[in-house]
């Protein structure tokens, strides 16, 4: 009869005597060898996963200064849209500023009234950092100036801005405008 069987009772460190082997579930004899090979798999299994650990963290590393520069590019460009259209408008001040002629009390008056406007056009555009570009005597620049014309202008060096239709201008560095110009050509 067993040990169970005589006392049902007893706790299992007692049933266990010591002439049986004392294997747990799942509990299995390695040789070194197998314990090599399996300290070796970690290893490796180990080493992967430390790999994925750390591209996973550079690539969140890139994705936040992606997003971070995405932000402050909304922040400082939000406005372009919007200055394009006081653009149209500071444009057809200036025509009607530069249309307004006469000695009149009334011209005289407009006249004025328009330059103060401009001004405060042009005090609002450098509190937002839109810079005016007017490439009069400059060389032509292709990245900031749209050549509508070209001709050949006695004294002035080919190549170079002689008459401005409508300035450019910049918001934060980046071209909100381009200038458009005449520029000088060689005579033929």
């Known amino acids: 009869?067993?040990?169970?069987?005589?006392?049902?009772?007893?706790?299992?460190?007692?049933?266990?005597?010591?002439?049986?082997?004392?294997?747990?579930?799942?509990?299995?004899?390695?040789t070194i060898d197998e314990l090599k090979?399996?300290?070796?798999?970690?290893?490796?299994?180990?080493?992967?996963?430390?790999?994925?650990?750390?591209?996973?963290?550079?690539?969140?590393?890139n994705l936040k200064r992606r997003t971070q520069k995405d932000l402050e590019?909304?922040?400082?460009f939000a406005l372009t849209g919007f200055a394009k259209e006081l653009l149209?408008?500071?444009?057809?001040l200036v025509l009607g500023l530069q249309a307004a002629t006469g000695d009149s009390e009334e011209v005289k008056k407009f006249r004025e009234g328009s330059e103060l406007t401009i001004k405060q056009f042009e005090s609002v555009?450098?509190?937002?950092?839109?810079?005016?570009?007017?490439?009069i005597g400059l060389p032509f620049n292709a990245e900031q100036h749209q050549a509508v014309l070209m001709q050949v202008v006695e004294g002035a060096e080919p190549n170079t801005v002689?008459?401005?239709?409508?300035?450019?201008?910049?918001?934060?560095?980046?071209?909100l405008r381009p200038a458009m110009v005449v520029v000088a050509k060689a005579a033929d």
């Open 1 to 30: 009869m067993s040990t169970e069987q005589e006392n049902p009772e007893a706790p299992i460190e007692e049933i266990i005597t010591e002439d049986q082997p004392h294997t747990e579930v799942g509990e299995h004899e390695y």
């Open 37 to 61: 090979k399996e300290l070796e798999e970690a290893k490796q299994t180990a080493h992967a996963n430390w790999d994925k650990a750390v591209r996973t963290q550079a690539e969140m590393e």
């Open 73 to 76: 590019d909304a922040h400082k």
């Open 88 to 92: 149209v408008v500071l444009d057809s």
């Open 125 to 135: 555009f450098a509190r937002y950092n839109i810079v005016t570009i007017d490439p």
């Open 162 to 175: 002689v008459n401005v239709f409508s300035k450019g201008y910049t918001l934060n560095g980046r071209l």
